[in-house]
């Protein structure tokens, strides 16, 4: 059974941008097939969307409008363009969307209705066009041209097949049309002439050219202190007088900019309580838009990003003082119960704010996103910008590590900046497994040490015996010596702990000795044994057999010991007075997840810190309440 909207849930609102949008996005399907494939995908996230929150959608098409139950979603007069006579022609008249709509089924519906809204003949091709798809989650109620002409066929078999189909479809003879056609001429009555129009645009141009003026005359009037309150009190209290005007005589865009302005205004001067008064009477009127008719409401849902959006937490973090503890405290309620900043909007401005307390603020914010919904991590981890996704993997690794976050950090160890996919490593500690493995081998050999090292590092900490070929493999390589001395005794270590015994042979080699021959000519002209240079590798690997610190392992390090130059002879020593008393073995590093950060606290502790003062009250801005006087010389207000 098709879901009734509530009120509250803004199913309707949701319902009109879906179709107002696939009315938009179907005229592009031949002109530009770039931005009709992008609407189509945004079709299809609305209607998933909607049916996943309000479950199974059903709509009843009529000549001039489209409805959902008793509501309607979709009316228009027009001859052009007009989505219920484009649905209508083709032949449907009830449409039913269900739970678990697929991107293709959308994708089929939208295109064979973009390709037949326009044909001059129109022989079922839509409705053919659906059946022949089998859609599962998209079904429908049609009426061709032949039942049409039965509809006007004679009286008695007339009224049996119309039995017929109202037991089957109760109720779809009479959708054929809600409200009568209006073909005739129509009474034409004068409102305002040319003239008058040409000489109201020409006051209007007058005023504008004369507003720059006025304004530095105002600002002027209200840079001191004390006027600055009372004057920016003013402009909040009309702009809410504004936004309940309706038609409204400004944008909506330019009350936008007059609250965020205002609302920078206060955090310039350190007003922090008028801050505070300010957004939160703005907010009262926000929460309460279902009392207003639908254009006033959408008006005052938009402001809600003029008051809790990133324009007004950009400049918050620009001017935070972190001795405001209550205001800050406040802020944080605010701004995160308000719900009007994503996640890629916070990484943004913490990539752009120069100031630390407000970078620690939006840092709180960005925490407190959560991982719920992974999709725009997924995106912004692959940010060509280091700095944001370094700072998506912080979130990630301070918040818990779910299943799902698992996937993404090993897909950004493709992300082209090294220390990006270093902290990827970093990021896997405590949750490795196979396929965590298998995504960080490669990275053994990759072009960056810092890469390497993180990789190497999570290997060990795991205790993954079965990378022992790997690393070995690496030591062998011809890019090894090339990599510095630390490096270099990590990989040798490494192998140590995870390959134990069995690679010996790999310290021996990349030691570089050979055996002495017993040739009396090959000792006179080779005049004794050489001396073994000190180089990294070696080393690397003499450390390495320390940690081994089996007899064969012992053995071969004294070998060396006598051969090396003093250097390396110097090493060798260290190495096995440290193996003689226990201490070169040590313990591998655990592979612990990172320090989670600690427990956010709740926001609802700043609600109460900055008072409850309003600066105006609705009633009285509606004209339902009393009055209160004005002070003497003060302009007259206009109500809504």
Not at 62 to 83: M, P, Q, W, Y
Not at 444 to 465: E, I, N, Q, Y
Request: glycine share 8%.
């Amino acid at each position: 059974m098709a879901a009734r909207p509530g009120d509250d849930d803004g199913t309707l609102k949701r319902l009109r941008d879906v179709l107002k949008r696939l009315r938009d996005t179907a005229p592009l399907v031949d002109s530009d097939p770039d931005a009709f494939a992008k609407g189509v995908d945004d079709i299809a996230a609305r209607l998933r969307d909607v049916t996943g929150s309000a479950g199974e959608i059903e709509l009843s098409i009529s000549t001039n409008r489209i409805s959902h139950g008793e509501d309607e979603v979709f009316k228009s007069e027009a001859r052009t363009n007009n989505l219920a006579f484009d649905i209508f022609r083709q032949g449907l008249r009830r449409l039913t969307f269900k739970p678990g709509l697929t991107d293709d089924e959308v994708h089929a519906f939208v295109v064979a209705f973009a390709e037949n809204r326009s044909a001059d003949q129109i022989d079922e091709d839509f409705v053919s066009t659906l059946w022949r798809e089998s859609l599962p989650n998209i079904a429908y109620i049609a009426i061709d041209g032949f039942t049409e002409k039965i509809f006007m066929s004679e009286e008695r078999f007339l009224g049996a097949f119309r039995g017929v189909i109202d037991d089957v479809v109760p109720g779809m003879v009479g959708m054929v049309q809600d409200d009568p056609g209006d073909d005739g001429p129509r009474q034409r009555r004068t409102v305002d002439d040319g003239a008058a129009a040409d000489r109201a645009d020409l006051e209007q141009r007058k005023l504008r050219k004369a507003l720059p003026a006025e304004a530095a005359g105002v600002i002027e009037a209200i840079r001191g202190d004390a006027e600055l309150i009372p004057g920016l009190e003013r402009v909040v209290e009309l702009v809410a007088r504004v936004a309940l005007k309706q038609p409204s005589p400004l944008p909506d865009a330019d009350l936008h900019r007059v609250v965020v302005r205002a609302l920078a205004a206060w955090l310039e001067h350190g007003e922090w309580q008028a801050f505070a008064d300010s957004a939160r009477s703005l907010r009262a009127l926000i929460e309460g838009a279902e009392r207003f008719p639908e254009p006033v409401a959408a008006r005052l849902e938009g402001l809600w990003a003029a008051i809790a959006g990133p324009d007004p937490v950009a400049h918050l973090a620009h001017h935070l003082d972190p001795e405001q503890t209550d205001f800050t405290a406040w802020a944080r309620w605010h701004f995160a119960t308000a719900k009007a900043l994503a996640a890629p909007d916070l990484l943004e401005l913490i990539d752009a704010c120069q100031n630390p307390a407000g970078v620690a603020f939006l840092k709180d914010l960005l925490r407190r996103q959560g991982t719920e919904s992974l999709d725009p991590w997924a995106e912004r981890l692959r940010d060509p910008n280091p700095g944001v996704v370094l700072e998506v993997i912080e979130v990630i690794v301070g918040s818990d590590l779910q299943a799902q976050a698992r996937p993404l950090l090993m897909d950004t160890m493709k992300h082209p900046a090294p220390e990006v996919r270093a902290a990827a490593a970093e990021g896997l500690a405590g949750a490795y497994d196979i396929a965590v493995r298998e995504a960080l081998l490669p990275f053994l050999k990759d072009p960056s040490p810092v890469v390497r090292k993180a990789v190497v590092t999570r290997f060990l900490a795991a205790g993954d015996r079965s990378v022992s070929p790997y690393l070995a493999s690496t030591i062998k390589s011809d890019m090894f010596p090339g990599f510095d001395e630390d490096e270099q005794r990590l990989y040798f270590e490494t192998l140590a702990r995870l390959g134990g015994a069995r690679f010996v042979d790999v310290f021996e080699q990349a030691l570089g000795m050979e055996e002495e021959s017993g040739d009396l000519l090959s000792r006179f002209f080779k005049r004794g044994p050489s001396a073994l240079i000190d180089t990294p590798t070696r080393r690397g690997a003499v450390s390495g057999l320390g940690i081994l610190g089996s007899r064969e392992a012992l053995a071969l390090i004294r070998k060396v010991h006598q051969r090396a130059d003093l250097g390396l002879a110097a090493h060798c020593d260290v190495v096995l007075r440290l193996a003689a008393r226990g201490e070169a073995a040590g313990e591998a590093p655990a592979d612990r997840a990172p320090q989670k950060a600690k427990p956010l606290e709740s926001v609802d502790v700043g609600a109460p810190l900055m008072g409850a003062r309003a600066l105006f009250d609705v009633a009285r801005l509606q004209g339902r309440g009393p009055q209160p006087p004005r002070p003497a010389g003060a302009p007259p207000d206009d109500g809504p």
